[in-house]
């Protein structure tokens, strides 16, 4: 089962600009980065710090705790595979947002 979240018009961020947003049990980190926004899982794969908070470098954002850099496109960590964040299909339909979300058992 796939689930659209829609993300309150207020918490959109403008470009340059990022959000934390909660959604049932999720925080996830929103990413705008020269008008495309991105979303990932607000826990870094490492030890869980928050990457909303961390250093954006283009569409690389770097954790704060251990400095850890993962691309917003794919969640991986950069240059490997070792470590991926999840990360979910964003839609903009006319003005409004949704975060798409796949629950894991629906996985083949
Ligand atoms: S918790 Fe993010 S790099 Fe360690």
Do not use: W
Not at 1 to 28: C, H, N, Q
Not at 40 to 60: E, K, Y
Not at 82 to 105: G, H, M, N, T
């Amino acid at each position: 089962m796939t689930a659209r979240y829609e993300v309150p018009a207020g918490k959109v961020p403008v470009p340059g600009a990022r959000a934390l947003v909660e959604f049932a049990d999720k925080s996830l980190a929103l990413f705008n980065v020269a008008g495309q926004l991105y979303a990932i899982d607000d826990g870094c794969p490492h030890q869980g710090a928050s990457l909303c908070g961390g250093r954006l470098d283009g569409r690389v954002i770097q954790c704060c705790a251990h400095g850890l850099r993962f691309d917003l496109v794919s969640g991986y960590l950069l240059n490997s595979t070792a470590l991926k964040v999840a990360s979910y299909p964003v839609e903009v339909q006319d003005d409004r947002v949704f975060i798409v979300i796949a629950s894991e058992e629906s996985a083949p």
